[in-house]
């Protein structure tokens, strides 16, 4: 699997968008993009994938640029229960190898 | 659906006693996989089933882990005997296994080995 580079913490207003980015510059071609977090004490829990198009749903949009090498993930307006660590993850799909690797993450606080 | 369902939550044992974590996925899902979570090494995959059949036990520590699925509803995570070095947070998660890595994660188990 592809590795992924993410900042180890960020900050972000109550309010604004929070953009988070990761760096996959090793990613092939049949590799999706995945992002989770895990809040506090909790499971982590999924937020949206994407192979190249840019994704949108409930939660949060997915960017992936064009050379697939870095993508970010939009939380459009962060409140205080979006303070979690987030990861990004980038994975084949349809493989029969359901295994995701969870690094270090970053970690997002919302202030208000 | 309630979503993955962990028991017990927490868990205190003495070194050296058999523990039994348990694990409901989600009525569906074809995939269950049993993670385990400490600050020093992260969230770390132990194994993963597909239809009941262990898929990949790769990142089981060692024989006191085991781990079965008898049914599509009911899985099962043992150590025995367990050791302080396992106190951790243990999550099960469940996937539909079409294509996606979707995975739905239970609240997990908080276990402290004395």
């Known amino acids: 699997d592809a590795k992924t580079t993410q900042p180890p913490s960020m900050d972000c207003a109550e309010g604004r968008a929070a953009n988070l980015p990761c760096n996959h510059s090793t990613i092939s071609g049949n590799e999706y993009v995945y992002w989770y977090r895990q809040i506090h004490s909790q499971g982590p829990q999924y937020i949206i994938h994407g192979l190249k198009n840019n994704e949108t749903n409930e939660m949060a949009s997915l960017i992936i640029t064009e050379d697939r090498k870095s993508s970010t993930l939009i939380l459009p307006h962060a409140t205080l229960r979006d303070t979690a660590v987030y990861y990004c993850?980038?994975?084949?799909?349809?493989?029969?190898?359901?295994?995701?690797?969870f690094g270090a993450g970053t970690t997002v606080t919302v202030r208000a | 659906d309630a979503g993955v369902i962990q028991s017990p939550r927490h868990e205190v044992t003495e070194m050296g006693q058999e523990v039994t974590l348990r694990c409901k996925p989600i009525s569906g899902h074809d995939y269950l996989f049993w993670y385990r979570q400490t600050m020093m090494r992260g969230l770390e995959l132990l194994i993963y089933f597909n239809n009941n059949v262990p898929i990949d036990d790769s990142g089981m520590p060692e024989d006191r882990f085991s781990a079965k699925m008898p049914n599509a509803s009911f899985s099962t995570l043992k150590i025995q005997p367990s050791e302080p070095r396992d106190s951790a947070v243990y999550f099960c998660?469940?996937?539909?296994?079409?294509?996606?890595?979707?995975?739905?994660f239970g609240p997990g188990t908080r276990l402290t080995v004395t």
């Open positions: 993850i980038v994975r084949v799909q349809g493989m029969n190898d359901y295994k995701l690797s």
């Open positions: 998660a469940s996937s539909p296994g079409t294509g996606s890595n979707e995975q739905y």
